[in-house]
């Protein structure tokens, strides 16, 4: 399997490669040349496997240059971490499918890629005998789940921007309590979408980049996107083994990251087997009015009780861009060239039409996510986080009944408290893994949302 850049300015190169290249040397995302496609047969044959073997088989697809015994070590050690028997099970309640992502080391469903990811970077890294400084920005998960990832990883440094103030008391805790001199937290004076931009800019330096060995964990890291494309073939087989022709997923998403995977496994299935992917946004709704009105524009990012998706500018969407040209390099790139001097594109009617064969969409405010909490609550015991809420509310007001609905659970909803007290009336139940980080010594470094500020912080602390 090759790999290939969204702006087609480098020559295909191996998954290794991708994998540490992170972000395409010419500013594009890296992309299969091919997305492969699985016969019937061999989904029947996949029905009866754990999720490790599953996993397995899924990646092996895109991975060509592992040898097949390695990838099986890289994947059983990832999963060995979750503390559920079938990593990420599928919980019916409230006439939904609901998969939990969140058993991992964070809770959260960036563990289900970044426990793999930091065994694959390892792996890599020492067969090249090199060097790594892991360098991202997180709107929340994304932060801890890569450090859980890389900490205690020989020949790696990690560098994570979060907006400061602006994620959960619970999700700071899992970032700062993580002492250990090879991670380090900076705190940014900013928004999310400034930590992004920085890490973008850095990455678009290629001298500093390759003098810093910096390597990518944010979801631009093709590896991250393909270790989430597993669960969704995970769920279709489960609904499938019990009946289900036709399989809708609801997904809540900023940074089209989590719903990209789904449409890579969109891609890969039988046609129709995954009828549609419900794409669910909170009040930064960017992706939402691209779907229902052709809007993709800037606005302002406003805060809200689901802060990992307190998002305005996706950095996965230009992947996704480059399928629905037809795979038109120079058409995404002077696209991504007008966003980035004007903040907005826009699709013609017959673009959208075709998008929405893949999607449809809802955005949810914050009285819609509490009072989802609240009933959901009430009518089944179960407790949902706030994004996950966002992802069901919208899922139930679009479900059709002859479809059966798997609806995301991003996080546990203890990482988000007060969202919940204000929900049900109490705070959820502290797992272990949360209740232990409370008094715990912290370490992070506040600096400005300024790509040299960063720059300068990473030059004095590389390994």
Request: charged content about 25%; glycine content about 8%; hydrophobic content about 45%.
């Amino acid at each position: 399997m090759e790999y290939i850049s969204t702006r087609g300015g480098i020559e295909p190169i191996p998954f290794s490669q991708a994998v540490m290249m992170g972000l395409a040397t010419d500013g594009g995302l890296l992309l299969p040349r091919d997305i492969p496609r699985v016969s019937s047969e061999v989904l029947e044959e996949w029905k009866g496997l754990s999720y490790p073997e599953l996993a397995l088989e899924v990646l092996d697809l895109f991975a060509g240059d592992i040898p097949r015994e390695d990838l099986q070590d890289l994947v059983e050690r990832a999963y060995a971490t979750f503390d559920h028997p079938q990593v990420v099970p599928l919980v019916e309640v409230g006439g939904i499918h609901i998969m939990e992502l969140f058993h991992g080391p964070t809770l959260a469903f960036k563990d289900v890629a970044l426990q793999f990811l930091g065994n694959l970077f390892e792996y890599l890294l020492a067969k090249a005998g090199d060097r790594m400084n892991v360098l991202g920005a997180t709107s929340g998960d994304t932060g801890s789940a890569a450090i859980y990832g890389v900490k205690g990883r020989k020949n790696m440094a990690i560098f994570i921007l979060h907006p400061h103030g602006r994620v959960s008391h619970v999700q700071e805790l899992q970032m700062t309590t993580v002492t250990d001199p090879e991670v380090h937290n900076l705190a940014i004076d900013g928004t999310f979408d400034d930590c992004q931009a920085i890490v973008k800019e850095i990455f678009g330096d290629l001298e500093f980049k390759e003098r810093h060995r910096l390597g990518a964990v944010n979801s631009i890291n093709w590896a991250r996107v393909l270790a989430q494309v597993v669960y969704y073939v995970w769920g279709y087989l489960r609904l499938a083994g019990a009946g289900a022709q036709r399989v809708v997923f609801t997904v809540p998403t900023g940074n089209f990251g989590n719903i990209f995977a789904g449409f890579v496994a969109k891609g890969m299935l039988p046609v129709g087997a995954i009828e549609r992917l419900v794409l669910a946004t909170n009040e930064n709704d960017i992706l939402y009015r691209f779907i229902s009105r052709g809007d993709y524009s800037l606005g302002k990012v406003v805060p809200t009780i689901s802060p990992s998706m307190d998002i305005q500018v996706a950095s996965n969407f230009e992947r996704y861009l480059y399928y629905l040209w037809g795979g038109n390099p120079k058409r995404v790139r002077e696209a991504m060239e007008s966003f980035k001097r004007t903040g907005r594109l826009t699709f013609s009617e017959e673009e959208l039409e075709r998008v929405r064969l893949d999607f449809i969409s809802m955005a949810v405010d914050q009285s819609q996510t509490l009072e989802t909490i609240g009933r959901f609550y009430r009518e089944t015991g179960y407790i949902l986080d706030p994004h996950t809420s966002v992802g069901v509310t919208a899922g139930l007001a679009l479900q059709e009944e002859w479809v059966a609905m798997v609806c995301l659970a991003t996080a546990h909803p203890a990482k988000f408290p007060e969202a919940v007290k204000r929900a049900i009336g109490k705070e959820p139940p502290k797992p272990p893994r949360i209740a232990e980080l409370e008094g715990k010594e912290r370490r992070f470094e506040v600096l400005p949302a300024d790509v040299a500020a960063v720059k300068d912080y990473i030059e004095r602390y590389a390994i």
